[in-house]
T-cell receptor, first 115, second 112 residues
Framework: GAVVSQHPSWVICKSGTSVKIECRSL??????MFWYRQFPKQSLMLMAT?????????EQGVEKDKFLINHASLTLSTLTVTSAHPEDSSFYIC???????????FGPGTRLTVT | DQQVKQNSPSLSVQEGRISILNCDYT??????FLWYKKYPAEGPTFLIS?????DKNEDGRFTVFLNKSAKHLSLHIVPSQPGDSAVYFC???????????FGTGTRLAVRP
């Protein structure tokens, strides 16, 4: 089956630093990837849609200058949390769209803790 | 504005019985619906989906029913097993492959 990986699986950083999270589709090409965020005991909220070779589309209320998304290849999208603050601590999940079947496959998630 | 709602935050069912999880949505543009199973600190696992041209889709122990006029869908798990214990999310999109709007989740506990 289609596999999506995320790296790192968890990360702790200090307030004010930047953190990069990678999302890779391992056995298929993904022209579109989605980034979600989940706070404890809450739902998954879409942050942005990442399209290969073009700018990401951000959902309302998501700061594009804070959450930088780069989708440089058909198998890799990155989310960079810039100048992280404790309120950015969350579980970040990506999904990759397999154009062959129009199915979204989710990564295992990355837990970010900002101290 | 929560466009997809799961009004029961938790559900407890005896092993072997039926589990029924409910989901309501408000956006009439939603045309494709999915159910996911999720464990803490893991990504969602796809269970089953349904498009608006159908009112039922079945896959093994899982059946999803869609009532488009009521903007309501439900997931039936029969028979329930302890391994089904997890948080279940319904999700909706305007078409297959489009961005997903997730519900609030229902924690299912299946008692042995």
């Amino acid at each position: 089956g289609a596999v999506v990986s995320q790296h790192p699986s968890w990360v702790i950083c200090k307030s004010g630093t930047s953190v990069k999270i990678e999302c890779r589709s391992l056995d298929f090409q993904a022209t579109t990837m989605f980034w979600y965020r989940q706070f404890p005991k809450q739902s998954l909220m879409l942050m942005a849609t990442s399209n290969e070779g073009s700018k990401a589309t951000y959902e309302q209320g998501v700061e594009k200058d804070k959450f930088l998304i780069n989708h440089a290849s058909l198998t890799l999208s990155t989310l960079t949390v810039t100048s992280a603050h404790p309120e950015d601590s969350s579980f970040y999940i990506c999904s990759a769209l397999d154009r062959r079947g129009y199915e979204q496959y989710f990564g295992p998630g990355t837990r970010l803790t900002v101290t | 504005d929560q466009q997809v709602k799961q009004n029961s935050p938790s559900l407890s069912v005896q092993e072997g019985r039926i589990s029924i999880l409910n989901c309501d949505y408000t956006n009439s543009m939603f045309d494709y619906f999915l159910w996911y199973k999720k464990y803490p600190a893991e990504g969602p696992t796809f269970l089953i989906s349904i498009s608006s041209i159908k009112d039922k889709n079945e896959d093994g122990r899982f059946t999803v029913f869609l009532n488009k006029s009521a903007k309501h869908l439900s997931l039936h798990i029969v028979p329930s097993q302890p391994g089904d214990s997890a948080v279940y999310f319904c999700a909706a999109s305007k078409s297959s492959g489009d961005k997903l709007t997730f519900g609030t989740g229902t924690r299912l506990a299946v008692r042995p």
